[in-house]
Every structure is written in C-alpha cells, then in structure tokens.
C-alpha cells in the first residue's frame, strides 16, 4: 500500500498542468453537451467509456446529424491516428508494466504521454504504479470536469467559442516544462521544425500524422545520436 501512495504523491504534481486545463476543457465540453440534450449521465459515460477529448468533441455533431457509422468509423480514425505512434514509443516503459499495462494503454492521451516521456520518479518510486497514478488522475480530472459542465449547464449559458485554446495553452507550459527539465534539446527542435515544415506542405487540417512519420523518420535514421546528444 505505501508503495501506490508514495507513487500517487509524487505523480500528482507533475498532473498539476493538466489538471487546471482539463477541467475548463471538461467544462466545457459538459455544457455543449448539455446543449444538444444530454445531460450528466450520458456525459459521465462518454467520458469515462470513450476518453479522447478531441473526439468526444467532434461527437457533439455526430449526435446531432444522422447517423453514420462509416463515417463515423472514418473521422474517428483520423483524429485519433496519431495514437499509433504514442503507443510504439511507450513499447519500451510499458513492456514490464504487468496487470496495469491495460489501463495505462487505454487511458493513454496527449497529456498523459507528454508527461511520461520526461517525467521521471525518484528511485524509492516504483515507476509503474508511478505511470499508472499520472494516467489515471488525468482521466478522472477530465470526467470530472465534464460532469460539472454538464451540471452548470443547466444554469449557465454562454458562447464556448474559442475554449478549445485551453488545449494549445495547456500543450505550451508541457512543452516549456520539458524543455527547462531535459539537457538535450535536440528532439524538441526537431519536433518543432518537422512540424512547421508538415504545416506549409499540408496545411492546418492535415499536418499532425506527417509530422509525426518525419519524425519518426528522423529518429530512425539518426540512431541514438539525437537522443544521446549533447547540450543545446
């Protein structure tokens, strides 16, 4: 038992981020939902069954228009595609995760992966339950987020226009944090430069995937020469 708490204490600081983002976004994604007729229960379970936040958003317009499953098969696919290579990144740290591997697949998100990759407990930590605490805190911050939009939607009503800058905010002090924490900023630049390059060849809409694959792309014709680089 000392061993999940001490993992639990020393996971949620580095939650703290995604706490203050996950609940505004969860917010708001509990009022839009409210807006369309569904109220907390229905959003409870989409939070806690499906957990992906882009996609729960696109959803609202699913629920609205007729149903589609191809489509709706297709879209999915599309905003979620890049958990593909979130999980073949995670290969290595969940390899000996055991009987929490599941859920650290299931509940993984871009917050959740954004910290595992640079977060690292102190040794008397075990880094499993450590994985599994930072997963599972930022699940639960964005179910109870959008169970409390839900609720306040009942009362309050007001444009959610320009909201989702919460998630770009929330990307931005990840990043930072990263940056300060790790000595080789090799990686980080060329996470940045591939992506502002997918961005002027594919536009807004469609840079995400290419990205990821020319930095993979990088990563595996560099060797461990970028990853083992010196400072910068």
Not at 135 to 149: E, P, T
Request: aromatic share 16%.
């Amino acid at each position: 038992m000392k061993t999940k708490i001490d993992a639990l204490k020393a996971a949620f600081p580095f939650t703290l981020p995604v706490l203050a983002g996950f609940l505004f976004l969860g917010v708001a994604y509990g009022i839009l939902m409210k807006s369309i007729g569904y109220g907390a229960g229905w959003t409870f379970l989409m939070s806690f069954l499906v957990f992906a936040g882009s996609m729960q958003y696109v959803a609202i317009t699913l629920l609205t228009t007729a149903f589609n499953p191809l489509y709706a098969l297709f879209i999915t696919l599309m905003v979620n595609a890049r958990h593909i290579f979130y999980g073949l990144s995670m290969l290595e740290k969940f390899k000996n995760a055991g009987k929490l591997k599941p859920y650290l697949i299931f509940a993984m998100c871009d917050e959740t992966f954004s910290i595992l990759c640079s977060a690292k407990p102190k040794k008397d930590v075990d880094q499993n339950w450590f994985m599994f605490f930072i997963a599972l805190l930022n699940r639960w911050y964005w179910i109870i987020g959008s169970v409390i939009g839900s609720l306040l939607g009942e009362y309050i009503k007001f444009s959610t226009k320009g909201l989702d800058f919460a998630l770009t905010a929330l990307f931005v002090v990840i990043f930072i944090n990263q940056w300060r924490e790790q000595k080789n900023h090799y990686p980080a630049l060329i996470g940045v430069f591939s992506s502002i390059i997918c961005l002027a060849v594919f536009g807004k809409s469609n840079f995400v995937i290419p990205s990821m694959v020319l930095i993979l792309t990088v990563f595996a014709l560099s060797g461990d020469k970028i990853l083992k680089g010196g400072n910068l």
